[in-house]
């Protein structure tokens, strides 16, 4: 991978995911004409995971109540 391509890949915004409860998914969307899933994870409450915008990730969906901190503030996802 050339530097060029190398630092465009690494300068994808990042998101910050904190479980409120036990089996919160995150799964990857990819780009491209064809929206498909490329990645998922699950998180227990109290877990936190740290997630990127990459040249191969457009989209994130996030099932289950948890925190997302972004550059734009905090939301709260799922149900109370």
């Known amino acids: 991978m050339d530097q060029e391509k190398l630092t465009k890949a690494?300068?994808?915004?990042y998101i910050a995911i904190r479980a409120l409860?036990?089996?919160?998914?995150?799964?990857?969307?990819?780009?491209?004409?064809?929206?498909?899933f490329h990645?998922?994870?699950?998180?227990d409450?109290?877990?936190v995971m740290i997630?990127?915008?990459t040249e191969h990730t457009a989209a994130m969906k996030i099932r289950?109540?948890?925190e997302v901190?972004?550059?734009?503030?905090?939301?709260?996802?799922?149900?109370?």
């Open 10 to 13: 690494i300068s994808g915004d």
């Open 51 to 53: 997630v990127q915008f």
């Open 64 to 66: 289950g109540r948890a």
């Open 45 to 47: 409450q109290g877990e």
């Open 21 to 36: 409860e036990d089996g919160v998914t995150i799964i990857g969307l990819t780009r491209g004409q064809d929206t498909k």
């Open 69 to 80: 901190y972004t550059k734009h503030g905090m939301i709260v996802s799922g149900k109370k």
């Open 39 to 43: 990645h998922s994870e699950k998180l």
